[in-house]
C-alpha cells in the first residue's frame, strides 16, 4: 500500500515539474518580441581587406547589452556558410564580441581597441531595422 501512494505521489510531482518546464520556462527564457520592436543585428565576418567573407570555420559571435558587459553574453550565434552571425533583439545598445576559448587559431584575436570596452565593439538594434556590423578578420 505504502509503495502505490508513493508511485502516485512521484507521478504527480513529475506531471507537475513537466507542466512547469513546457508552460512557465518559456515565458521566462525568452521575452516576447512583437513584429514591430524587433530588430535584426547582423555581424559580417571578413577575411581581412578583401571582403571575401570567413566561411570556415563558423565562428561564434557573442552579444552583451552594453551596460552589462562584464557577465556571459546574452545570446551566441555562429556564423553560416557566408560568414554572418544573426541576432534578433530589443532595440537598444548591445556590444559584440568573441569567446576566445573557441576562436580559431588561425586568425588574429580581434581588440576592437578603438572602444572603450574590453575586446567588445557597439552595435545599436532598431525597430523593424537589420543593421550590420562587419568585422574584418586577419590570419596570423
Do not use: C
Not at 552589462?68 to 560568414?83: D, H, K, L, Q, R
Amino acid at each position: 500500500m505504502k509503495k502505490g501512494v508513493l508511485i502516485i505521489i512521484l507521478i504527480v510531482i513529475s506531471i507537475l515539474v513537466i507542466l512547469g518546464i513546457i508552460f512557465i520556462y518559456p515565458k521566462i527564457s525568452s521575452p516576447k518580441i512583437s513584429s514591430s520592436q524587433k530588430g535584426i543585428l547582423v555581424v559580417r565576418l571578413y577575411e581581412g581587406n578583401s571582403y571575401n567573407p570567413v566561411i570556415s570555420p563558423s565562428i561564434e559571435v557573442s552579444l552583451w547589452y552594453e551596460n552589462e558587459s562584464s557577465g556571459f553574453p546574452i545570446a551566441v550565434s555562429a556564423s553560416n556558410e557566408e560568414g554572418k552571425a544573426t541576432f534578433e533583439v530589443q532595440p537598444g545598445n548591445y556590444l559584440i564580441g568573441f569567446n576566445e576559448l573557441t576562436f580559431p587559431d588561425e586568425f588574429v584575436y580581434p581588440e576592437f581597441s578603438a572602444y572603450p570596452y574590453d575586446h567588445k565593439a557597439p552595435i545599436e538594434a532598431e525597430s523593424d531595422m537589420t543593421v550590420y556590423r562587419d568585422v574584418a578578420l586577419f590570419r596570423k
